[in-house]
């Protein structure tokens, strides 16, 4: 950045061995957050994109390329950021990337940088460390549309030869807003002459960014930074639109102190109405094609050890995993729609109070709710926290919600030992009492954990809540399409291939060794069984025995498997929570406290492989999963014994 | 690293927290340290800008502020940290624009 304010000298002109024809050239695309810069991207790149994980860390990496008439141009989209000191994990990947040190040490041959043009001092300042780094960088400003609204000026061509690069002004979402960044990048293919880099001889060497310039004190950095900034707006004749009148009135609404709850409270119940009534149909549907296929398939083999093979393991597993698609899709739908039109900031806001208490922030209040659905979309949901600690601890918490595989073991143990009998008159039966006290355990549970870990593991000072509210805004077909996308590409490949492979090995387990008559053993001389016999001197002290043994393991894959499992080994023909010959089967066999201890081992426990899997994917390794699973089944443990010693 | 940037003034100068709303302020020092502070700096909330509070969330905290033309919410613990000068002292004293 120019910090006079008058014109760049000469800018050098661009020349670098892009030119080689094995090799496209690397264009970051840079900026902060809610500045149109994903729009941008999807805009670009269309479907050629890819969405992983830079390497050990959970920081998502997104790129595609980008088709223009001399070639095509790999494109990256870095994680929003504010600046590029290494305080968050986005911010070091960004300021990573940018320097050559991720991307197999490759240094992008460009930088489109994309700020918003309402906020341009601010923005600025982001941009000053970004251009220092002399790379051909062009200058998208967004909001257009706002500016026009609002009635601000910017004088574009004044303020490119101040910055000493190209600027464009641009709606992000109009689809003129492309034309200026092909141009730019059609140039950087071609070696033209427009791609100039940064003229650094011009910039002020700005050290807040570099450890060894830490010589001033770092406001005194940042106040500078917003003098330049501001000298800059000034000397392209700069005048911000008048703040949206939506935006107030909206926020008027809802952030009132009677309307707005209600309006969070009335959102919050639709999101989860939706994910836990309204996926049924499509996840009955989903599972309904899988066994209809399954039974088409099987009617075309012979019968053998391989038919049951590829339809009671591979294609039962498939099935255990598009089974959660609806849900996932159906949650990421509704946290698109409320991110992309600037209500979730609003909800965070609102639930912050309530979270902070616990040592979390307003961001993780949606996670956590929709957990009760399923943790392995909450999981991934958490994502929308910033902050990486209060992240890891949503992430940890999510699974004590009691989630709705656990609701039919709840239901077959509750009908099998607890009596219908009212608790208070017409209002509260017993039963409900004891199910409602069961989500109050899990909801304790997650609390006191969260408590715990932000006092322990991840203990931070409270880091200040610094949170930007943009303006409201429609959201885009688009961007919440390819959302969705890449949610669904995630899941199948991350987790898909970990509940695929435990599907398919707890299959083999019931399958060997063979019977006398060479077919499938029965399930409690097979090695699952054998599993089960093994652990019960372990699970003995919890009143259960070898049986109850086989259906924990079995309600790895699934929490629910359990009831089919035990209704299997008591030779229940129909095995589902409602049947009165398995919870006869049940009552016989468990006593009172036994009974409430496997209800309680299952408000603990986490008894899901699909969680583990998606808990590995979202941290980005085995260590927190691991020491989850361990934590839970410790507390699952505990609670099961203590419920057999007190009852 | 400390949260300096700016001379308070006694009986002059408040907390951010106890500015009422719609009531327009310039900031004068940030008495934070660190990690703390860069999320403000970098969303440009530095001594020498002006801060005006827009509406408290239902519970009364965090409370959105217009800052430079966006809307930052923060909450109160934060905002005690942020002293302030009202903006029309501090018309002679700092130059906001």
Redesign the interface.
């Known amino acids: 950045m120019n910090p006079s304010g008058g014109p760049a000298v000469a800018a050098a002109e661009f020349s670098s061995g892009i030119s080689a024809a094995d090799r496209r050239p690397l264009v970051a695309l840079a900026g902060p957050p809610n500045s149109g810069k994903s729009t941008l991207f999807n805009a670009l790149t269309g479907l050629r994109q890819r969405v992983a994980n830079y390497p050990g860390v959970t920081v998502e990496r997104r790129s595609g390329f980008a088709e223009l008439p001399s070639g095509s141009v790999e494109v990256t989209d870095l994680p929003g950021i ?2 590029l ?1 290494p ?1 968050s994990p986005d911010q070091s990947v960004a300021r990573d990337v940018l320097l050559g040190r991720l991307e197999g040490g490759r240094v992008p041959d460009a930088v489109v940088l994309v700020l918003d043009v ?2 341009l ?2 923005h600025l ?2 941009a000053e460390p970004v251009l220092e780094l002399g790379l051909p960088t062009l200058v998208v400003l967004t909001m257009a549309d706002e500016m026009d609204k609002g009635d601000g000026a910017l004088r574009v061509r004044a303020l490119s030869r101040d910055l000493g690069v190209e600027v464009a002004l641009v709606d992000a979402r109009s689809s003129a807003a492309l034309e200026p960044v092909r141009r730019f990048l059609e140039a950087l293919c071609t070696g033209g002459e427009e791609v100039r880099a940064c003229p650094v001889a011009a910039v002020a060497k700005s050290a807040a960014d570099s450890p060894q310039g ?1 010589t001033l ?4 950095l ?2 500078a930074r ?2 330049r900034a ?1 000298a800059l707006s000034r000397s392209a004749g700069f005048l ?1 639109p008048r ?1 949206s009148r939506v ?1 107030q009135r909206l ?2 609404l809802f ?4 309307a ?2 209600l309006v969070f409270l009335a959102v919050v119940v639709f999101v989860f109405q939706a994910i836990f009534a309204w996926a049924v149909p499509l996840m009955d549907g989903a599972e309904a094609v899988i066994a209809a296929s399954g039974r088409y398939v099987a009617g075309l083999l012979p019968e053998g050890w391989f038919r049951s093979l590829l339809i009671d393991g591979v294609w039962a597993g498939v099935g255990s995993v598009v089974v959660f698609l609806p849900q996932i899709l159906i949650l990421f739908f509704f946290i698109a729609v409320l991110e992309d039109s600037g209500y979730m ?1 609003r909800a965070a ?2 639930a ?3 979270m ?1 208490r616990i040592g979390l922030q307003g961001e993780s209040f949606l996670p956590l709710l929709s957990a009760y659905a399923c943790a392995v979309p909450a999981v991934m949901a958490a994502r929308t926290v910033e902050n990486e600690r209060d992240r890891l601890a949503t992430i940890f918490i999510a699974p004590f919600m009691t989630c709705s595989a656990r609701l039919p073991v709840y239901a077959l143990l509750i009908a099998a030992f607890v009596p219908a009998e009212p608790l208070l008159g017409p209002f509260l039966g017993l039963r409900s009492a004891v199910l409602f006290g069961l989500y109050g355990l899990g909801l304790v549970a997650a609390f006191g954990t969260a408590a715990i870990l932000k006092g322990t593991l991840l203990k931070s ?9 943009p303006p409201y805004r429609r959201p885009t077909v688009r961007s919440i399409a390819t959302r969705l996308l890449d949610r669904a590409k995630i899941f199948l490949r991350r987790a898909g291939k970990i509940i695929l492979s435990v599907a398919v090995v707890l299959w083999i387990l019931t399958q060997v060794p063979r019977s006398a008559e060479g077919g499938p053993p029965d399930i409690g001389d097979s090695a699952l069984g054998w599993m089960g016999h093994v652990i019960e001197p372990a699970i003995e002290p919890l009143g259960f025995d070898w049986r109850i043994g086989i259906g924990l393991v079995t309600s790895l894959a699934a929490r629910e498997v359990i009831v089919g499992t035990l209704g299997t080994i008591y030779g229940v023909e129909s095995q589902d929570d409602t049947s009165f010959e398995l919870q006869a089967a049940l009552q016989r066999d468990l006593d009172l406290g036994e009974a409430v201890g496997l209800l309680v081992f299952f408000v603990f426990a986490l008894q899901c492989m699909s969680t583990v899997a998606v808990m590995r994917r979202e941290t980005g390794g085995w260590r927190w999963p691991v020491l989850q699973f361990g934590y839970m089944l410790v507390l699952a443990y505990a609670g099961a014994w203590a419920a057999n010693a007190l009852l | ?5 700016g001379v308070a003034r006694k009986g002059i100068d408040r907390m951010l927290a106890d500015v009422p709303l719609e009531e327009e302020v310039v900031l004068v020092r ?1 008495d ?1 340290v660190g ?15 002006r801060v005006c509070p ?9 409370t ?1 502020y ?10 109160r ?2 905002a005690s ?1 942020l002293c302030v000068r009202s903006a029309l002292e501090a018309a002679g004293l700092l130059d906001p ?1």
């Not at chain 1, 004190?217 to 005194?220: H, N």
């Not at chain 2, 990690?35 to 800008?49: H, K, Q, S, T």
């Not at chain 2, 966006?70 to 909450?75: C, P």
Request: glycine share 8%.
């Open positions: 504010h600046g000191s305080r309402t906020r001092s601010p300042m982001i830490r004190p770092v406001i005194d940042f106040a917003r003098e501001r911000a703040p935006t926020d008027a952030l009132h102190r009677i707005g709850p900031a806001v609102i912050d109070r309530l902070h000072r409270p880091a200040p809540f610094v949170m930007e509210l | 690293m400390s949260g300096t940037g940030i934070l990690e703390d502070l860069e999320p403000l700096l970098e969303r440009g909330i530095v001594p020498g800008c827009v509406r408290h969330a239902p519970a009364g905290s965090p959105v217009r800052v430079d033309g966006a809307l930052v919410a923060l909450r613990e934060t940290c624009n």
